[in-house]
């Protein structure tokens, strides 16, 4: 079926590192795959020296 309709070629994912990352990260996997798409990560988070250690 996603041969039929190629609505998306890429498709971006913004994410903050926290508890559901991995969750959020196999659900925006599959719709990737359902649209033949690439996936994109994107880290929205700010950077700070608490965050980096």
Known sequence: MAS????FK???F???FS???Q???FEA??????FEAKLL???VEE???AKEK
Do not use: E, M, W, Y
Not at 4 to 7: K, T
């Open 4 to 7: 039929i309709i190629q609505a």
């Open 10 to 12: 890429t498709i971006s």
């Open 14 to 16: 913004g994410f903050a």
């Open 19 to 21: 508890l559901s990352l």
């Open 23 to 25: 969750v959020n990260v």
């Open 29 to 34: 996997t599959p719709v990737a795959a359902f």
């Open 41 to 43: 990560f994107l880290d």
């Open 47 to 49: 950077k700070n020296a």
